[in-house]
């Protein structure tokens, strides 16, 4: 039975944590882009969806329930452990049209968040709804107590999970019902607009998008309050990605809306008759074929002025664009100030001054400022400054807000959480204390001294804390977070990585590169590189890409000490602790390699037949039997836990059905009593007493949400988890 965590007092001895190397500017124009996908969607992909395209989150959350264990007094009670203080990736923002204080924020995969002090702090408004994947969010202009927000991340690309529906509260918030679901209603998995009719609250308007063919995508719309809903075919009669749909708000039954479909339909919108007839928008435009997605905003002080900003095929700003016509003839007004902007079809955002209708800011990696109606431009933010710095906000722009109620007030919500501008986008602080929604890949605890923990996060960098606090988080290194490892005996002693192929060393206070050396191919060729130390020597290390690395002289130099395995990244390292010369490997593509000398030499696959060839995820191996091996996997289809013990020699089923069928991230083998194991995924936390032979559901009041990574801290018995949204949870074990 878990008891509740206590935290200790803060050790005088304990080391500091210093930062390291930031992530840098690259200098000159972002090189084409020409795909969607950002470089981590093919791993994500991997372990989250395969064999298909994207995670079908509607089927986790009935797995979720299949296995939960009814709540009662056994049930483990976690502890929200950070960061509070950093921010995760947010998709929306909702505003309340008469109190600007008052607002709502949808996380990617973290759920509906209130604030009513203008961000100052944050209350979490889901918890144990069917998907904290939140794509959009929108108030009835008419009843500012009745919220809708769309789930599923509908930004372009595909690392990240769809929603299951259309939620609504009624009462700003405190309760939330499934109005429709994507299943029973034939709306898109990934909603990322929401509109409604300010004249008529029954007509609302949802844009989505689709990364699977099987999905519907375009916009839909419903004429009874969200009961019902019907594609609206009249922009195309097939799939398309709606990204923007806009009302005017004074002209009855005009709204414009915005495609992509690949071709001659793509661009800008208009209908003159709530939508039963529309126009293509082209004068002074470029040729739709050549635009992508497309932001929209109307000017609220003049609203048949209106802004556009268009991506073009190469993730580049294809141009801004004004209007002062209600779209009919259009001007570019972008000049050549966009031309070092790039992932539009990820971070793409317009907003307009509620009073100034030459006021503009638009978005994509960093926010860019007009106070003359397009004819000068300049960065608003930049997210190389220093953090604190009046003109640092977080990259990668998803949503922008200038509320009516207080002129020169903005609300951005990033990649980082939020930051706030209280004079027109000029200067910039971010407004992210108690929002606890960020995306973790790993986590690391030491194990002297439990206080000390952290790991790799989304775009957020590694990010650690050194005194239990969870509003007291800092970023070692920056860019998306790799894996981290603490010396379970030294905990200045600390290894963390970057997306690639790149490491870095924490010893005695300072910070060293120490990336082994290789060609670019190798060190762009693993996205998410694995690190592990052998527990019984802490100068020795282990990491990969297709083959696998080993020092033994505290990384000062490495040495490849395999050949290429399967033409796979290598996804997870085991050092025995029982036996440092058994190290075994697991790749992408679901192979299992052993080597009984310490990585002088490899077996070949020893996968066999009963490892389903999907990628392993993690390895543990009993603290007192190095030749009993345990592996999880990813993807769906399948069992997720396999069990040898004989060295990977033959296999067993060690799922057999008693766990979920969802992707699988961890494992922890209890050391202090190996008869306990743990394991976590896309669809829960699970405990077994009996080595495996049965399970129950650990989740207690834990997050709906997807658990990552796992650590056992033996010296005062804490659980943590990572998730994918909602920050890290500790619980206190007996």
């Not at 882009?33 to 969806?49: G, I, L, N, V, Y």
């Not at 108030?139 to 595909?158: K, L, Q, Y």
């Not at 790799?456 to 070692?476: E, H, K, R, V």
């Not at 009984?596 to 543990?620: H, K």
């Amino acid at each position: 039975m878990a008891k509740k965590t206590q935290r200790t007092v803060a050790d005088p001895a304990r080391p500091t944590v210093v930062p390291g190397p930031r992530k840098q500017r690259a200098s000159g124009p972002p090189a084409p882009q020409f795909t969607t996908h950002k470089k981590r969607a093919a791993w994500f992909q991997s372990r989250a969806a395969y064999p298909v395209r994207e995670a079908d989150v509607a089927r986790l959350t009935g797995e979720r329930r299949k296995f939960a264990a009814a709540a009662g007094a056994g049930a483990p009670h976690w502890e929200q452990a950070g960061p509070t203080n950093i921010g995760g990736r947010m998709t929306s923002l909702a505003v309340h049209p008469a109190n600007p204080d008052l607002l709502y924020i949808g996380a990617a995969g973290g759920g509906v968040w209130k604030s009513e002090d203008a961000g100052r702090s944050w209350t979490s408004l889901w918890h144990a709804e069917a998907s904290l994947n939140v794509g959009s969010l929108a108030i009835d202009p008419r009843n500012p107590d009745v919220i809708f927000c769309g789930t599923g991340e509908a930004n372009g690309s595909a690392d990240s999970y769809a929603g299951v529906g259309l939620y609504r509260s009624n009462n700003a918030g405190k309760t939330w019902k499934l109005l429709a679901a994507s299943a029973k209603a034939g709306i898109p998995r990934r909603i990322g607009v929401i509109a409604i009719d300010p004249s008529d609250s029954n007509h609302i308007r949802i844009g989505g998008v689709r990364h699977s063919s099987q999905e519907v995508s375009g916009m839909f719309v419903s004429r009874d309050g969200g009961t019902s809903w019907a594609r609206d075919t009249q922009i195309s009669p097939l799939d398309n990605w709606c990204h923007a749909i806009v009302f005017h708000p004074s002209a009855k039954g005009v709204l414009f809306a915005t495609v992509y479909e690949q071709g001659a339909r793509n661009g800008i919108w208009r209908s003159d008759d709530s939508g039963a007839s529309w126009k293509q928008l082209a004068k002074g435009l470029p040729e739709p074929a050549a635009m992508n997605r497309t932001s929209l905003a109307l000017a609220p002080s003049s609203p048949d002025t209106m802004y556009a900003i268009s991506a073009d095929g190469q993730e580049g700003v294809l141009g801004v664009f004004r209007s002062t016509d209600r779209g009919e003839s259009w001007k570019s007004i972008g000049g050549t100030h966009f031309q070092r902007e790039g992932q539009m079809s990820y971070g793409n955002c317009i907003a307009v001054h509620p009073a100034n209708p030459q006021h503009v800011l638009c978005g994509g990696v960093d926010l860019h400022l007009t106070t003359d109606g397009g004819k000068t431009w300049r960065y608003a933010t930049r997210w190389d400054a220093d953090r604190g710095k009046p003109r640092y906000a977080h990259a990668d722009h998803h949503a922008l807000a200038m509320p009516a109620a207080a002129p020169g007030r903005v609300y951005d919500a990033n990649d980082g959480g939020m930051d706030c501008s209280a004079d027109g986008g000029a200067t910039w602080t971010n407004r992210s204390n108690g929002l606890a929604a960020t995306m973790f890949y790993d986590l690391d605890v030491s194990q002297t001294d439990g206080n000390m923990y952290g790991g790799g996060a989304q775009d957020n960098g590694t990010i650690i804390t050194a005194d239990g606090n969870a509003g007291n988080f800092s970023d070692i290194l920056g860019g998306d977070g790799g894996w981290m490892i603490i010396d379970p005996r030294d905990a200045s002693h600390v290894f963390a990585s970057y997306y690639n192929f790149n490491i870095f060393r924490l010893r005695d206070g300072k910070w060293a590169d120490v990336t082994p050396s290789m060609h670019e191919a190798e060190h762009n060729s693993v996205w998410m590189v694995y690190i592990t130390i052998d527990p019984n020597d802490s100068r020795t290390f282990y990491t990969a890409s297709q083959r696998v690395w080993k020092t033994t002289n505290d990384a000062r130099t490495w040495k490849p000490v395999s050949g290429v395995l399967d033409g796979t990244p290598i996804s997870a390292i085991e050092v025995a602790p029982a036996n440092s010369k058994l190290v075994y490997v697991g790749t992408e593509k679901g192979g299992f390699y052993r080597s009984t000398d310490g990585g002088a030499t490899w077996s070949g696959n020893l996968a066999g037949t009963i490892l389903p060839g999907t990628i392993v995820t993690r390895i543990e191996t009993h603290p007192k039997n190095a030749r009993t091996v345990l592996v999880t996997v990813g993807g769906t289809g399948t069992s997720h836990l396999f069990r040898s013990d004989d060295a990977g020699a033959n296999w067993a089923d060690a799922d057999g059905g008693k766990l979920p069928d969802a992707p699988h991230h961890a494992i922890v083998i209890r050391p202090d009593a190996p008869d306990t194991i743990f394991v976590a995924g896309d669809a829960g936390l699970f405990q077994s007493l009996d080595f495996g032979k049965t399970w129950a559901s650990y989740g207690g009041d834990l997050p709906n949400t997807m658990f990552v990574d796992l650590v056992y801290q033996q010296k005062e018995k804490t659980l943590t988890v990572a998730t994918y949204g909602r920050s890290l949870w500790r619980t206190l074990l007996s």
